[in-house]
């Protein structure tokens, strides 16, 4: 176990070697690397040509490979010949690897004594150290330090130490490759490889011009003692190499510094340039300035977690993943569902950003969930057009987003009828406006997408014969494994409270009287199914009808989820559920629901759900702890989300959804907070999980940073801020003065 900040993996094996490159992930928002090797492995070939269908995701089987690198530019899309577009994988730069004798370090083949990796997540920096026996008798220590600069978003910087216990010749090999795929497609159109041709100056550049047009410069400069470089070029990788003679009590020291730029920067630089502006910063100047600015982040977002080392971790975990993946200042792209760390989702935006990820920044980083709600607004023309290319007016936002906010899913079920996405964006602004205690938001900046929105949803209700009521018909809601469903309570709910909102704020937006009397009489008329004798909240009109899933008999191997094994119509005609639906909406709207009815759809939904999606064991827990007082089920639910990536689950990428569900699980959960879109008083209702001794958290709440600390029995707030707050624990109200702390009795 480690000291709660270290996810450590020691020793190989290529079996885990990708999800290690995913879970490793780098990054400074703007730039991020997965964290392969940097001596890479043989016979792993990075540009392999395969052929990627439209299919579920869940189920997708990729294909096999030891390593699988990534760097990638959020914003920076291809477009795919039948998957439409999708975040590109940039050229590899991390390439640095020691030689003896010709012989290469390299885990499989070398005679490795031992083998150790470490991501520091307090610093966001990644640590290895090798003991390699080589050929030629020496022994070499050769250590690897690198990170994503947080303090300047273009710079990746990396630092190799070599030791010896014998006098050797090491030579060093640094690589710049452009050769590889995204999701085994070539994106690249143009490709310019160039050095300077000088022995003594070791810079590489590649200019990539991908298929839509971005230009994407990456810049190598590595840093070491005096030595002659020697080429070798192609027209896609560059590999400068230099040899080093090493006494054994010597260290060689080799850092290389990298930035990377594109054409789609806001305040565009010239990487060589940027390298120049900081040769008189050492390595330490720029590990200083970089953990600096984590150092700040944490302090505003670390959860404490006292009684279980795996859990404090898995938190700490999902929170670097969150800080990482956020992209500072730039309204023009969101968090895609991997979490920039792979390419499974495509790099693409879901509702995962508003429903999953929202949450955590509104209420620690209000200036980042800003730029995350603005994202929407910022795309509004893509969803316009998104609208039209169906036949509706108004704005209609995409299942899965590109950074134009055009859709771009393949599969025409999710694409066609997944479409509380566009609702869960209303919801999303509202949480903005309430938690950031900004009500100009909904009649400034986004009334017009409040209008625009309701304009496609007034033209896709249907009014059926004989009803005097709307319907939305043709729908998925949260549960992807009911398609083409009728009157989806979730989707329903959101829906009527997107088209309440643009009744309330559309004056601002463009909205004529008539137009927000009509919105506000379609919100009311739009139906919650429920089945009063069993006191169940219905998932859609036409579950009931669905047959038995029989998983006894139908999910053989489970090990794996259930869509794979099983076929997808199987999953369509079956009550099978993927993920929380009914109970989702509970979670959003929990003063509509009585107690018994959210004890009853946990009752009957429960047996039916798979938890293929990441997404739903979090939403499980939550309610589970804070509504239900299912300790036992919260626990176990937790455990099903904060594990996925620590446990090898990261492949394809960071289950980012998943992350932030899990400091939902924590706030929400087990400290049991309400939302802001609820209550103006802090509220919370604190249930810890037996082995959780403390669990204490920064929150700014409604504008006035506090600090939550609960232990056994007892709960502090303690107001951080200027002006005096409300606060409710378990029941007990108080007013906590400006700079004052206030306990409360929690049994
Ligand atoms: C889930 C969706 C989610 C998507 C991206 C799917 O498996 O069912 O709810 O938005 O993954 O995370």
């Known amino acids: 176990m480690t ?3 270290s996810i450590v993996e020691s020793g190989f094996d290529v079996e885990t070697n ?12 703007y730039l991020h690397v997965r964290g392969s090797l940097e001596e890479h492995l043989l016979q792993a070939p990075q540009n392999q040509e395969y052929v990627r269908m439209p299919a579920n995701v869940t189920a997708e089987v990729f294909p096999d490979n030891k390593a699988k690198w990534g760097t990638y530019v959020p914003g ?30 390299d885990l499989e083949v070398a005679n490795v004594r031992d083998h150790r990796r470490e991501l520091d997540l307090r610093a966001a920096v990644l640590r290895r150290s090798v003991t390699w026996d080589t050929a030629a008798g020496a022994i070499l220590h050769v250590t690897y330090e690198w990170f994503v600069s947080a303090a300047r978003k273009h710079l990746c910087v990396q630092r190799m130490v070599v030791r010896t216990d014998r006098d050797v010749t090491v030579s060093v090999a640094s690589l710049l490759d452009t050769d590889v795929r995204t999701n085994g497609h070539e994106h690249f159109t143009k490709v310019g490889m160039s050095h300077t041709g000088d022995p003594e100056r070791p810079d590489l550049q590649a200019v990539v011009t991908t298929d839509t047009g971005d230009t994407v410069t990456v810049f190598s400069r590595v840093l070491a003692p005096q030595a002659t470089w020697e080429l070798d070029a192609g027209s896609r990788a560059g590999t400068l190499t230099g040899a080093f003679d090493l006494l054994p009590g010597q260290s060689l020291v080799v850092e290389k510094r990298t930035a990377v730029t594109t054409s789609r920067d ?45 859990s404090q971790l898995a938190m700490r975990c999902s929170i670097y993943h969150l800080l990482r993946c956020h992209v500072p200042d730039d309204p023009r792209v969101a968090i895609d569902a991997k979490g920039a760390a792979g390419e499974a989702y495509f790099g693409r935006y879901f509702w995962d950003t508003e429903m999953n990820l929202l949450p955590f920044f509104l209420y620690t980083h209000p200036d980042k969930a800003r730029t995350l709600a603005d994202f929407r607004i910022e795309t509004l ?15 209609r936002y995409a299942w899965e987003s590109d ?27 509202a949480h903005y406006a309430r938690a950031t205690v900004d009500p100009a938001y909904l009649d400034g900046p986004a009334a017009e997408l409040l209008v625009e929105t309701a304009r496609y949803w007034m033209a896709r209700l249907s009014w059926r014969k004989g009803e005097d009521h709307p319907s939305l018909l043709g729908v998925m809601g949260p549960d992807e494994y009911c398609p083409i469903s009728h009157n989806n309570s979730y989707t329903n709910r959101l829906v009527a409270h997107a088209l309440k909102l643009a009744s309330e704020h559309g004056q601002h937006g463009g909205a004529s009287d008539e137009e927000r009397t009509a919105f506000a009489k379609a919100a009311a008329g739009l139906p919650i199914l429920r089945d009063p004798a069993r006191k169940l909240v219905l998932q859609c009109e036409d579950f009931e009808l669905l047959a038995e899933p029989d998983f006894d008999r139908t999910w053989t191997d489970r090990s794996k989820g259930y869509a794979n094994n099983v076929s997808q119509e199987r999953l369509y005609r079956t009550k099978a559920l993927k993920q929380a639906d009914v109970l989702m909406l509970m979670m959003l709207f929990p003063q509509e629901f009585s107690d018994e009815e959210v004890a009853a759809a946990w009752e009957y939904y429960l047996p039916y759900t798979t938890h293929d999606s990441s997404l739903s064991p979090g939403v499980h827990a939550i309610l589970a702890a804070r509504r239900l007082g299912k300790t036992d089920e919260a626990w176990a639910f937790w455990q099903d989300s904060a594990f996925m990536d620590l446990d090898g689950g990261a492949e394809q990428g960071i289950h980012i959804a998943g992350c932030g569900n899990n400091w939902q699980v924590a706030v929400f959960g087990f400290a049991g907070m309400s939302s802001a879109m609820h209550t103006d008083t802090l509220t919370l209702k604190p249930h810890l999980p037996p082995a959780w001794e403390r669990l204490a958290f920064p929150i700014i709440w409604r504008g006035t940073p506090v600090y939550v600390d609960i232990v056994k029995g007892k709960a502090r707030i303690t107001n951080r801020g200027t002006a005096a707050i409300d606060a409710s624990v378990a029941g007990e109200r108080k007013t906590v003065p400006a700079g004052e702390t206030a306990e409360f009795e929690t049994r």
């Open 76 to 105: 920076v899309f291809g477009r795919h010949p039948w998957l439409n577009s999708e975040m590109v994988n940039l050229p590899w730069f991390l390439g640095l690897a020691p030689y003896v004798n010709g012989g290469k370090l």
């Open 3 to 5: 000291d709660g900040w």
């Open 403 to 429: 950074a134009r906010g055009i859709e771009s899913c393949a599969s025409w079920q999710y694409r066609d009828h997944e479409i509380h996405v566009t609702a869960d964006i209303a919801y999303a602004l």
């Open 266 to 310: 806001l305040a565009p630089v010239e990487p060589s340039a940027l390298l120049d502006s900081l040769s008189d910063l050492t390595y330490d100047d720029l590990l200083a300035e970089h953990t600096a600015v984590w150092a700040s982040r944490w302090d505003a977002a670390d959860v404490v977690i006292e009684g279980d080392a795996r």
């Open 381 to 395: 023309d893509g969803a316009r057009q998104n609208a039209r290319g169906y036949g509706y007016p108004g704005a």
């Open 18 to 29: 990708r999800a290690y490159e995913g879970l490793f992930t780098l990054g400074s928002g």
